[in-house]
């Protein structure tokens, strides 16, 4: 069973180390982030993959665990910046830049950024292992991935796109970390490429479906619920499943991917031993009412 405080402190472990800091300020600035709370969905998929494939959790994976949510925290602290999204909350609290100010919070991102991949080189996993981490964690997270996805999203907003440059956007912007527990877990239990390939498959189906929910949740929840501004594409004018499907054939986009993705791993299930149970829970979790 997962430990889900375990991933916390696994960063908060990292960030203490009285011989190591330089600036207690930034690390102040880290952890407040860190600490504001999220259902830490990237961690919990990666961890329960991993179980899933008869793997007995411990320290290492949650260290990857961890330096995958390192990146994710950070890249929402750059994504509430003025210059990108430009919200005042985030999870519910005043965002970095506003409980601090704009220097510090683009400084606690870039540590973020950074410090995931020292994280991940520490954790006693075979070095090959480590090394095709490395490179999945930056690809996925990059230039080629979320940034590159990242820019996308900004140059798109106040155009009207197709629908296939919006799958181009979130496919990157948000898809590409959400399948790297997909992939990364195939790595770990070290499967044979056959499965990591279903295993990467079921995970971009993951990542269209966050995003595709988020959109109908931006138009459709309030500010208590979604712990940020609501209607924050709309007032951007961003593109979004909503704008272009309309809001009940984005609900049935959602469900279908997710409807694949679980039948994926009921294939899984039946010919290579995998477990689902955790990880069926998570996958429901994402439906509307969910």
Known sequence: MVDMKQIDQEIRDFYQNPSAIVSENL????????????????????????????IELRQAHYQVAAALEMIHTGSLIHDDLPAMDNDDYRRG???????????????????LFLDAFGLLTVADLPNQVLVELVQLLSLASGTFGMVGGQMLDMLGEGKELALQDLVKIHENKTGRL??????????IAQQPSSVV??????????GHAFQVRDDILDVTADFDQLGKTPQKDLA?????YPSL??????KRVLEDSLDKAVAIFKDLEAHHGFNGE???KTIESLRING
């Open 197 to 206: 390939g279903s295993l990467l498959q079921a995970g971009m189906l993951l």
């Open 178 to 187: 959400l399948a790297f527990p997909f992939h990364a877990a195939g790595i």
């Open 278 to 280: 955790e990880l069926y």
């Open 27 to 54: 690390i102040e600035a880290i952890l407040y982030s860190v600490d504001g709370g999220g259902k830490r969905l990237r961690p919990a998929l990666l961890l329960q993959l991993v179980e899933g494939f008869g």
């Open 245 to 250: 499907l309309g809001l009940e054939e984005s």
């Open 93 to 111: 609290r005043l965002t970095s830049h506003k409980q601090f100010d704009e220097a510090t919070a683009i400084l606690a991102g870039d540590s």
């Open 236 to 240: 951007a004018e961003k593109a979004t």
